[in-house]
């Protein structure tokens, strides 16, 4: 039994070490993804903070008509063209 157990520990240290190596390398790879992902995930609580605060985008909307009223009805133009767009390839990839 114990020649069995000097065998498995001895094929055990390697693997030991080789995970060691890899834990180390993707730590490694992970680091130089730290700042990418911090903005992202930023970005995202943003999004989801102005989702529960309907009153905000309305006020900002609202604001910016006031202050620039050609380039809101442009911007108006664009998104209502582009909610058609969506609505048109939602249809045909539906039916």
Same mark, same amino acid.
């Given at each position: ?17 080789? =995970? =060691? ?43 910016? =008509? ?27 990839? =539906?039916?």
């Amino acid at each position: 039994m114990s020649r069995r157990l000097a065998a498995i520990e001895a094929k055990r240290a390697p693997l030991l070490e080789r =995970a =060691a190596r890899e834990r180390a390398d993707l730590a490694q790879t992970l680091q130089s993804w730290s700042q990418p992902l911090g903005f992202v995930d930023r970005c995202i609580g943003a999004v989801r903070f102005f989702i529960s605060h309907p009153p905000l985008i309305a006020g900002a909307a609202i604001l910016f =008509a006031l202050v620039r009223p050609l380039r809101t009805l442009k911007w108006a133009r664009r998104a209502f063209g582009l909610w058609q767009r969506y609505r048109w390839l939602t249809h045909k990839a =539906a039916g």
